[in-house]
């Protein structure tokens, strides 16, 4: 049963890590009340990593 609705929408889930996309239909607003923007520098990648 679950396995049938899995099938029928299969097109409503993501295959890979490209098939997502962006969306400009709706926007998200998110309250900071008055925080300052918090800027940081990006973290290092760890050597084991590095490759990927």
Request: glycine content about 4%.
């Amino acid at each position: 049963m679950v396995s049938g609705l899995l099938v029928k929408y299969s097109d409503t889930f993501s295959k890979d890590d490209w098939d997502l996309g962006l969306t400009h239909l709706t926007e998200h607003p998110i309250n900071t009340e008055d925080a300052a923007p918090v800027k940081q520098r990006p973290r290092r990648v760890l050597l084991a990593y590095a490759d990927e």
